[in-house]
């Protein structure tokens, strides 16, 4: 496999930030799915849009040879890179436990499965790997392939958590015991919503016939300072008290609490200095041009006066909730960048 990668970089998304753009495919997973796009179409797509530079996958999705990429692979998504000047933004790793049916990955082979990811990571020029494992053992002892590799590591916080909660406040004091540039964290919007997505509420109303009240009564739930699984609980009692089949809403209500968080948007400005890339999560775009569920203006006024250099990776994540075709995922990363620009202006301008 060839091993070296090119660096190229990104323009800011507006003069006089250190904001620049772009996208994670996974925003087109449905569309993935139904075999609307293979790779090199949905690249072209990206291009035609003007939705890049920025390019972020999840391997698992993206790879057919997950967790590693063939020479072939490598050198036609080099040739895409160069024909559309498109930058490697984050690669999204995962470390899946249950690989075997008898028992858990062991330490070693945690290890080996995400040192295999490290070097897919590294050949497709990524300098950066989203993380989603801890583990004070393994982290320590990837550090030297990181090293190796020049590879920046992001633990993602991703909803219900947000940058103080306990489990983070741990991950935040063992980069502090190994004290290294390469460990960092990948802010996702989804830890900090001030309401829950529309396209959600319009889902669970479908499948489970529920009225104003009940979605009233869910969101209510969701604001308070529970965790996810007392939450979930109190949904469904009441769904049964009102004689609503918990079943008849599948995952989905257990889904809306824990895919939707409501941390304060300022509690970023905490870790800023070690937030390496962001999640610009983001489930609809009204009439108006903005996220509904999510004070976009706020959040990147947060990073811009907080010194954010980096990418807002957009992630449009209704596809988990909207039915394919119900919407226009390209059309929406587009919409979503406008506001992103907007907001950008804005936050400078004060």
Same mark, same amino acid.
């Given at each position: 496999?060839?091993?070296?990668?090119?660096?190229?970089?990104?323009?800011?998304?507006?003069d006089g930030a250190g904001i620049t753009l772009g996208l994670t495919l996974y925003s087109l997973t449905s569309e993935w799915?139904?075999?609307?796009?293979?790779?090199?179409?949905?690249?072209?797509?990206?291009?035609?849009?003007?939705?890049?530079?920025?390019?972020?996958?999840?391997?698992?999705?993206?790879?057919?040879?997950?967790?590693?990429?063939?020479?072939?692979?490598?050198?036609?998504?080099?040739?895409?890179?160069?024909?559309?000047?498109?930058?490697?933004?984050?690669?999204?790793?995962?470390?899946?436990?249950?690989?075997?049916?008898?028992?858990?990955?062991?330490?070693?082979?945690?290890?080996?499965?995400?040192?295999?990811?490290?070097?897919?990571?590294?050949?497709?020029?990524?300098?950066?790997?989203?993380?989603?494992?801890?583990?004070?053992?393994?982290?320590?002892?990837?550090?030297?392939?990181?090293?190796?590799?020049?590879l920046t590591l992001g633990w993602e916080i991703h909803a219900p958590l947000g940058p103080n909660s306990p489990k983070v406040?741990?991950?935040?004091?063992?980069?502090?015991?190994?004290?290294?540039?390469?460990? &960092?964290?990948?802010?996702? *919007? #989804? !830890?900090?919503?001030?309401?829950? %997505?529309?396209?959600? /509420?319009?889902?669970?109303?479908?499948?489970?016939?529920?009225?104003?009240?009940?979605?009233?009564?869910?969101?209510?739930?969701?604001?308070?300072?529970?965790?996810?699984?007392?939450?979930?609980?109190?949904?469904?009692?009441?769904?049964?008290?009102?004689?609503?089949?918990?079943?008849?809403?599948?995952?989905?209500?257990?889904?809306?609490f824990n895919m939707h968080g409501h941390v304060d948007p300022r509690e970023w400005a905490d870790i800023m200095p070690q937030?390496?890339?962001?999640?610009?999560?983001?489930?609809?775009?009204?009439?108006?041009?903005?996220?509904?569920?999510?004070?976009?203006?706020?959040?990147?006024?947060?990073?811009?006066?907080? &010194?954010?250099?980096?990418? *807002? #990776? !957009?992630?449009?994540?209704?596809? %988990?909730?909207?039915? /394919?075709?119900?919407?226009?995922?390209?059309?929406?990363?587009?919409?979503?960048?406008?506001?992103?620009?907007?907001?950008?202006?804005?936050?400078?301008?004060?």
């Open positions: 496999m060839t091993a070296t990668a090119p660096s190229p970089t990104a323009a800011p998304a507006v799915a139904a075999g609307r796009y293979d790779l090199p179409g949905l690249l072209d797509a990206v291009d035609q849009a003007g939705i890049g530079p920025g390019i972020e996958i999840v391997a698992s999705q993206t790879l057919r040879t997950y967790p590693y990429v063939t020479d072939e692979f490598v050198r036609a998504w080099r040739d895409a890179f160069d024909r559309h000047g498109f930058v490697p933004s984050s690669f999204g790793a995962n470390l899946d436990m249950g690989r075997r049916r008898d028992r858990d990955m062991t330490l070693d082979e945690e290890y080996e499965f995400t040192v295999a990811q490290f070097r897919s990571a590294r050949a497709l020029g990524f300098p950066l790997v989203r993380i989603q494992s801890a583990k004070p053992e393994l982290i320590r002892r990837l550090m030297p392939v990181a090293d190796e590799l020049d406040v741990e991950i935040r004091e063992l980069y502090d015991e190994i004290g290294s540039p390469r460990l &960092g964290f990948v802010a996702d *919007f #989804s !830890s900090t919503m001030h309401a829950m %997505a529309p396209t959600t /509420l319009r889902k669970l109303a479908r499948m489970g016939g529920l009225t104003t009240a009940d979605l009233e009564r869910l969101q209510s739930i969701w604001a308070s300072d529970a965790d996810i699984n007392a939450q979930h609980g109190e949904f469904v009692e009441h769904l049964h008290a009102r004689g609503i089949a918990p079943e008849s809403l599948g995952s989905f209500a257990r889904l809306a937030i390496v890339h962001v999640h610009a999560k983001f489930y609809d775009i009204d009439q108006a041009g903005d996220e509904p569920a999510i004070d976009y203006p706020e959040l990147v006024r947060v990073f811009v006066e907080g &010194g954010y250099s980096g990418f *807002f #990776s !957009s992630e449009w994540e209704g596809h %988990a909730f909207a039915d /394919l075709g119900e919407a226009d995922p390209i059309d929406l990363v587009r919409k979503q960048h406008d506001l992103v620009r907007r907001s950008i202006t804005a936050a400078l301008a004060r």
